[in-house]
């Protein structure tokens, strides 16, 4: 499987950005897609995952409540819509795939894009 992630840029904190994830290769409603981010100088966290049917979907308690993740299986796409974002929601963010149940942890995931950056100014 191979990720592009898309839709990073500059947002004022209180804006909005959507963050796109566009699979392809051997994809299938099995795997689980999930966000992850990467601030400067700190280590990469779990943000968002989404079971294959979408029955399944956990947030990090830093987003629950302003982040959305949401997928499209026949479009190969997944999405994280980001609202009331924050300066300390600033970085780089991946989306990453793997077969089996939901998790949170990264080394879970066996394939990653290659990040797209987010900014957001106080």
């Known amino acids: 499987v191979q990720l592009q992630a898309s839709g990073g840029g500059l947002v004022q904190a209180g804006g909005s950005l959507r963050l796109s994830c566009a699979a392809s290769?051997?994809?299938?409603?099995?795997?689980?897609m999930g966000w992850f981010r990467q601030a400067p100088g700190k280590e990469r966290e779990f943000i968002a995952a989404i079971s294959g049917n979408s029955d399944i979907i956990n947030y990090a308690d830093s987003v629950k409540g302003r982040f959305t993740i949401s997928r499209d299986n026949a479009q190969k796409m997944v999405w994280l819509q980001m609202n009331s974002l924050k300066p300390e929601d600033t970085a780089v963010y991946y989306c990453a795939s793997r077969l089996g149940s939901v998790s949170r942890y990264q080394s879970h995931y066996r394939s990653w894009g290659q990040g797209t950056l987010v900014t957001v100014s106080s």
């Open positions: 290769g051997r994809t299938s409603g099995l795997y689980v």
